[in-house]
């Protein structure tokens, strides 16, 4: 079983239109969670972190945390094509991002 | 705030040479530093940790006479790929961590001829 999985995709939204992207991981003891971007042929881009359950909101993105279900998603509100990449979810033991495991990433594609 | 960078961008080498890459904390000190490798349509893979003044924890499979990693400096880490070959060729990407995030440099894009 992987560690951390997500959906490979790809993910086709509509500009516009909200885009569900999902994580689970394995490791219950996990305490931190992030969100990178990666556009194509360029290194990842941090775009969220989370660290205790609930909600985290910043401008158009939302990411969720349910400790409980080992489960981290990232929301992406009135998507525009920019917002076209991989999203790739990555998950710290420690507090802190001293080592990560990342997922094998979610292609997301919004069609104008 | 949280830069990283890399130098160089790409680089195209003969088979058998060496290759060093440099990565940088510009706006903060890095006690920790992570070299990265990522082929084509494939996730990154963690090839080893790079902790000032220390030496390097390589991952799993990761060979430690080949990829040479210093981290001379709270700022300052590099990569040296040691008689590259065709198989070599991969982007290769640093991060470094900040307080409780880790930040990327933009690559480097290895070619081995």
């Known amino acids: 079983q992987k560690e951390v999985e997500q959906n490979s995709g790809p993910l086709s939204v509509p500009e516009g239109a909200i885009a569900s992207l999902n994580c689970t991981y394995s490791?219950?003891?996990?305490?931190?969670f992030f969100w990178y971007r990666q556009y194509s042929g360029k290194s990842p881009e941090l775009i969220m972190s989370?660290?205790?359950?609930g909600d985290k909101e910043d401008g158009r993105f939302t990411a969720q945390l349910n400790k409980a279900s080992q489960y981290v998603s990232l929301l992406i509100r009135d998507s525009q094509p920019s917002d076209s990449a991989t999203y790739l979810c990555?998950?710290?033991?420690?507090?802190?991002?001293?080592?990560?495991?990342f997922g094998s990433g979610t292609q997301l594609t919004v069609l104008p | 705030g949280a830069v990283v960078s890399q130098h160089p961008s790409w680089v195209i080498c003969k088979s058998g040479t060496s290759v060093k890459i440099e990565c940088r904390s510009l706006d903060f000190q890095a006690t920790t530093m992570f070299w990265y490798r990522q082929f084509p349509k494939q996730s990154l893979m963690l090839m080893a940790t790079?902790?000032?003044?220390?030496?390097?924890?390589?991952e799993q499979g990761v060979e430690k006479d080949k990829f040479l990693i210093n981290h001379a400096s709270l700022t300052l880490s590099t990569l040296t790929v040691t008689s590259a070959h065709p198989e070599d060729s991969s982007f290769y990407i640093c991060?470094?961590?900040?307080?409780?995030?880790?930040?990327f440099g933009p690559g480097t894009r290895l070619t081995v001829t």
């Open positions: 790079s902790n000032e003044g220390s030496k390097a924890t390589y």
């Open positions: 490791d219950r003891v996990s305490q931190s």
């Open positions: 990555a998950v710290s033991l420690s507090g802190s991002a001293r080592q990560l495991t």
């Open positions: 989370i660290y205790s359950n």
């Open positions: 991060s470094a961590t900040r307080i409780y995030e880790q930040y």
